[in-house]
């Protein structure tokens, strides 16, 4: 059947002959953790634990990407519309999914995927999607992980919806929210805001021919994080974690409630993080300044936020970024001088007036 033909013209048969035969080793690995006991195309799939004499623990997590909400298919040209757009899409969906079970420490053992589609969908965006799903399980971390099947259905715009499940191995404890004390060390194992300003660079439309442009871009259409970082965390004493993806300042406020302290954000190593940004700032004619919101407010860079103990030695690839303070005072106020915008949890030198995405927000 032609590339060109649409996933309405072809129907539900052709559409999963596509995923069946860009899947193939990712539905079915030898040295995955798990054992597909019935493969996809079945009505359940069944899979089986290894009998290690462990108790199995298993992590669950479920993250939904829609079109006009998380991309845009304007953000690529007509002709680009089949095996580029949709290799990104499914790079990304996977990144964010999986970048939640590295955030606890756990193993990616197997994705669940769904796809919502509009009839018009060519062909090759569908085969490019799960291109693009397959590449993102080659990722240090995932190599093992499986697809074991999803749902199809047809709507208005693409949805793409991913449950992934985890293994947490007995002698590991998971890397929780909820453990960071003060006087902590608050830290971040990889860049902050490159996708944000990817993102600005996209709804721009800038060109990107530069090549540290391009790579800006490539963090927000096509991520590809870290999948080892929270197994690393809790090997070296990290005392809690969690996912980066609304941005620093909206996550670290999750996590200092979640621990109830406070942290302090330090402003020399935020601009650190800024500096790698200024190309995109440059080209979009914004002044510096905007590379401090990136940093700080932008979403989506699946990086991982940790805390470690003050004296601890940080492992490879983490970068100190602040420190964990008390709880509030009584009758402190967010508004109060040196609070991020909105968030009592969060102490920051430089005045930033947004605090990262919120998916329920216009």
């Known amino acids: 059947m032609s590339a060109a033909c649409s996933v309405g013209q072809a ?4 559409v999963l002959e596509i995923i069946m035969d860009e899947l193939g080793s990712a539905s079915a690995s030898a040295t995955a953790p798990v ?20 108790p199995a623990r298993i992590v669950l997590t479920t993250d939904t990407m829609s ?18 757009a949709g290799t990104a899409v499914g790079r990304k969906a996977v990144a964010q999914n999986l970048s939640d079970l590295n955030a606890m420490a756990a193993t990616p053992i197997s994705l669940l995927v769904s796809l919502t589609l509009p009839a018009d969908t060519p062909l090759d965006w569908v085969r490019g999607f799960y291109r693009g799903l397959t590449q993102g399980l080659q990722t240090v971390g995932a190599e093992h992980c499986i697809v074991a099947g999803g ?33 902590d060390q608050l830290t971040a194992a990889g860049p902050l ?4 300003a990817g993102l600005a660079l996209l709804e721009a439309g800038h060109g990107c021919a530069e090549e540290e442009l391009a790579a800006l871009r490539e963090a927000q259409l096509a991520p590809r994080p870290a999948l080892t970082t929270g197994m690393i965390a809790v090997d070296a004493g990290a005392t809690a ?23 302090r954000i330090e402003d020399q190593a935020l601009r650190a993080q800024a500096r790698a940004l200024r ?47 008390g709880p509030a005072q009584t009758g402190e106020r ?18 930033i007036d947004e605090l990262g995405w919120d998916s329920m927000r216009d």
């Open 67 to 84: 079109q006009d909400q998380d991309f845009r298919l304007s953000w690529w040209s007509p002709e680009d519309q089949g095996l580029p």
């Open 241 to 263: 974690g969690m996912d980066l993806s609304d941005g620093l300042l909206r996550d670290a406020g999750r996590l200092a409630r979640a621990s109830g302290v406070r942290v």
């Open 334 to 351: 967010a508004e109060d001088a040196g609070h991020a915008d909105g968030a009592l949890e969060v102490i920051l030198e430089s005045a």
């Open 11 to 14: 129907g539900e048969d052709a």
């Open 151 to 183: 749902d199809l259905g047809s709507g208005p715009g693409i949805s793409v919806s991913i449950t992934a499940v985890g293994r947490l191995g007995a002698a590991r404890a998971p890397l929780r929210r909820d453990g960071a004390r003060p006087g």
């Open 279 to 325: 190309p995109a700032a440059q080209a979009l004619n914004l002044p510096e300044t905007q590379t401090l919101r990136w940093a700080a407010a932008g979403g989506e860079d699946y990086a991982l936020l940790a805390t470690f103990p003050a004296g601890a030695a940080l492992p490879e690839g983490f970068h100190r970024i602040g420190e964990v303070i």
């Open 193 to 196: 805001g490159r996708a944000a």
């Open 35 to 54: 054992k597909m006991t019935l493969p996809p195309g079945d009505d359940a799939a069944i899979l089986e634990l290894p009998d290690d004499g462990a």
